[in-house]
């Protein structure tokens, strides 16, 4: 490496002032190639630091009321069946790049390092371009395809807007935080396509370096298939990366042995009728120690281009105990107890029965584990996740996933007695998961297996600094503008008049004021507090917020803080239509109230049941962007007067209609209670001061008691609790409701006993 007087000068001030390198001083500072990083366009060596709280919002944990004879030993408390200590299970919603940094550099590290840190990651990143934030909708008979909301929408632009390179900004930065979060022990799967898959092999070996690649296993996902030019493609890749690749966790895996391969390998039949085949009892390498003595005249080392004696872990128990470190004296043993043969060839040889091993040792290439049928367009099997969980973790190790989507690898965890954190930027994904995670729960509880409650969780305080303003002033400056220019289109809608002074109220609307959520996050509780404040300081009596999205369990107990404040606060959705100027010139855009319910509580002597009289929902077509053509040129679907409809097209083209929600049940997927709402304070811990605090935010935790929902087995909901017993002189009942979309929307009741 040669660089001149000038050079050098040149790179101290480029160093000093923080700057890139020139390309050419990648060459003339590294000599070996695979030193110089992988660069694209957009490439930024910044990654996202940093720490926002986990605000929970719900607690899950099985048994229901009327089924609580199993107990999980000493997790639980016995008087009510329910965990009290011990690791809970993380259920995540909002944007990974921030979940992973504030899982790094937040309190919650230290938890994580307590239970030994992540041992295992898998993902299965939007590699699938069109279908990213798709997914099926079951309503009544009928399953529809519903497309990505705005939020899914702004991360699906975000990841693919400009094609390839979007996307390798956005996961090497993700990749770069998981790396960090990995124990050293840990190992990492990355699922993906013939799309990207040499760019991600190229990202992956820059952050976990070559020499911690693993192996890349090729999943034959479904049957062949025709109609395509240049070969069909029936294949995934999964990219199998450690930490530290001499450490990593390992557990062979097997395969069932087909009856061929039985046929074809196991060819010998033993005096009592069972079939082996004769295998080597050497490995490669020449040994000094005793694994390289002679034994009964063979030598080790002679047996091909130099060999020890190798004795398969699978025969320990058939050595014993006093022998199992004395390799001589074990092969001895095994040729007296018939094991070994050393008559039907030149070198001994083991005999190994059908029954030693499980299966075929598995192999990088997956032909065994096909698609399973589900609801969910990009739903990998269980088994396939089997099969990496078991190989790269044991039971009671911490799994991760930041691309959950159904859930498969929170359920598989939980079957497998791991501990997991999942997370996912879709409400329907965090929705789906939580619903098949209740129903691992019933099951394992039916089984008499244990299992972990689980805590689904927003990421607090959604800070705009951090979303909308990246530091970089020409950057933010764009931002800004175009932030500006979504609050025009929305006021124009709403027809109100903007006005200036405030730090949250955009505008007003005759006495009352309007506030404009963000368009590129949800709604937060932090926000709505700061319009809160302000109303109040300002005395201000009537305030719309106005979001596309909202932050889970938001409603209603901010509305009641509000209320005894004096102030009126009402939500509302803003539509799509906002963004289709002819609609807002013809004043047919419509801000709808969020869902509406209703409920009884019936009270006899000390218990409680709660049942559902009504939900109602303001969805219009754009809301639900459900794909026109289900079936090509003969149905659609669209949404009118509050009501999904399918209009079918006959072979004379006549239009007949079938209203698909005719009842206000049909909206409903999930209801759940809690019986006792305020019994259960929401504390975040916070780094303050250099030291991690406890903070008690003013909420509560929605701990779910009870629960209904709709399975693809069985599509009815029941719409009445059983009875509840309930201690003291009141409680405060709440209701939850999430809707076929996977929105909530949740109502508090205060009962006196």
């Known amino acids: 490496m040669k660089l001149s007087d000038s050079e050098k000068r040149d790179l101290v001030n480029l160093v000093e002032r923080g700057k890139y390198l020139p390309e050419k001083f990648r060459f003339l500072l590294f000599e070996k190639t695979d030193q110089v990083e992988l660069n694209w366009n957009g490439k930024s060596p910044e990654i996202t630091n940093v720490d926002l709280p986990f605000q929970v919002i719900e607690q899950v944990d099985e048994p229901r009321e009327e089924n609580k004879d199993f107990l999980q030993g000493s997790l639980i408390d016995f008087e009510s069946g329910r965990q009290i200590k011990g690791w809970t299970n993380k259920l995540i919603w909002g944007d990974n790049k921030y979940i992973l940094s504030s899982l790094k550099n937040g309190p919650l590290r230290s938890e994580i390092q307590d239970q030994g840190g992540i041992k295992l990651i898998y993902i299965d990143p939007p590699f699938d371009v069109g279908a990213d934030f798709s997914m099926n909708v079951d309503v009544g008979d009928s399953t529809y395809e519903k497309k990505p909301n705005v939020l899914e929408q702004i991360a699906y632009r975000d990841t693919w807007g400009l094609g390839p390179d979007s996307f390798l900004s956005m996961i090497y930065e993700r990749l770069v935080l998981m790396r960090d979060l990995l124990s050293e022990d840990g190992s990492i799967y990355v699922h993906c396509d013939w799309r990207l898959n040499s760019n991600l092999r190229l990202v992956l070996d820059e952050i976990f370096g070559k020499k911690n690649f693993v192996n890349e296993l090729i999943w034959k996902r479904t049957t062949a298939h025709s109609g395509t030019k240049g070969f069909n493609t029936v294949i995934d890749s999964i990219l199998f990366y450690s930490k530290s690749k001499d450490h990593m966790i390992w557990n062979t895996q097997y395969e069932d042995y087909s009856e061929d391969y039985i046929n074809k390998m196991f060819r010998k039949t033993d005096p009592s009728g069972k079939k ?238 309007i506030s404009i959520g963000p368009i590129n996050q949800p709604l937060s509780r932090n926000h709505i507090q700061e319009v809160i404040e302000e109303c109040i300081s300002n005395n201000i009596l009537s305030v719309d917020v106005l979001g596309f999205e909202y932050e889970m369990g938001l409603f209603p107990t901010v509305q009641e803080e509000a209320k005894k404040k004096g102030l009126r606060l009402i939500y509302k959705q803003i539509p799509m239509d906002i963004f289709d100027v002819r609609a807002v010139s013809n004043n047919q855009v419509f801000f709808h109230d969020v869902a509406y319910i209703d409920f009884e509580v019936l009270k006899k002597d000390d218990k409680l049941s709660v049942e559902l009289k009504d939900f109602a929902v303001f969805y219009n077509e754009e809301n639900l962007s459900l794909d026109e053509e289900i079936r090509k040129n003969k149905s659609k679907v669209v949404v009118e007067n509050g009501n999904i409809v399918e209009k079918i097209k006959d072979s004379d083209g006549n239009i007949s209609e079938n209203i698909i929600t005719e009842s206000w049940t049909d909206w409903i997927d999930y209801w759940s209670v809690d019986f006792n709402f305020e019994s259960k304070k929401e504390i975040i811990k916070v780094f303050e001061n250099g030291s991690i605090k406890e903070k008690w935010t003013g909420n509560y935790i929605f701990e779910n008691e009870w629960q209904s929902f709709r399975t693809l087995q069985n599509r009815k909901i029941e719409l009445k609790t059983p009875q509840k017993i309930i201690k003291g002189d009141s409680t405060k009942v709440a209701v939850k409701v999430v809707d076929i979309f996977g929105n909530d929307t949740m109502k508090l009741c205060g009962v006196k006993m």
């Open 276 to 513: 082996y085949r004769l295998s080597p009892l050497t490995g490669p390498g020449i040994s000094k120690g005793k694994s390289g003595d002679s034994w009964r005249g063979f030598n080790p080392s002679k047996i091909g281009k130099g060999r020890h004696w190798a004795i398969p872990k699978f025969l320990t128990e058939d050595i014993p105990v006093e022998l199992r470190g004395d390799v001589i004296g074990s092969l001895e043993h095994l040729y007296k107890i018939g094991r070994i043969d050393i008559d039907t060839g030149i070198n001994p040889s083991l005999k190994q029965y059908i029954d030693d091993l499980p299966g075929v040792e598995r192999q990088n290439l997956i032909t065994d584990i096909g698609l399973e049928k589900s609801s969910y367009p990009t739903q990998k099997p269980e088994k396939l996740i089997e099969v990496l969980m078991k190989s790269s973790s044991n039971e009671n190790d911490l799994i991760a996933d930041f691309f959950v989507g159904s859930g498969t690898t929170a359920a598989v965890a939980e079957k497998l007695n791991r501990k997991w954190i999942c997370s996912d930027l879709g409400k329907f994904a965090i929705h789906s998961s939580r619903k098949r995670l209740i129903g691992v729960q019933r099951k394992q509880k039916s089984e008499n297996k244990n299992w972990r409650a689980f805590e689904i969780l927003n990421l607090g305080k959604y800070q705009r600094q951090f979303f909308i303003f990246d530091g970089k002033s020409e950057q933010s400056e764009k931002k800004k503008q175009k932030e500006l220019e979504f609050e025009k289109l929305v006021l124009n809608a709403y027809k109100a008049s903007r006005i200036e002074g405030f730090k949250t109220l955009n505008a007003k609307k005759g006495d009352v004021f």
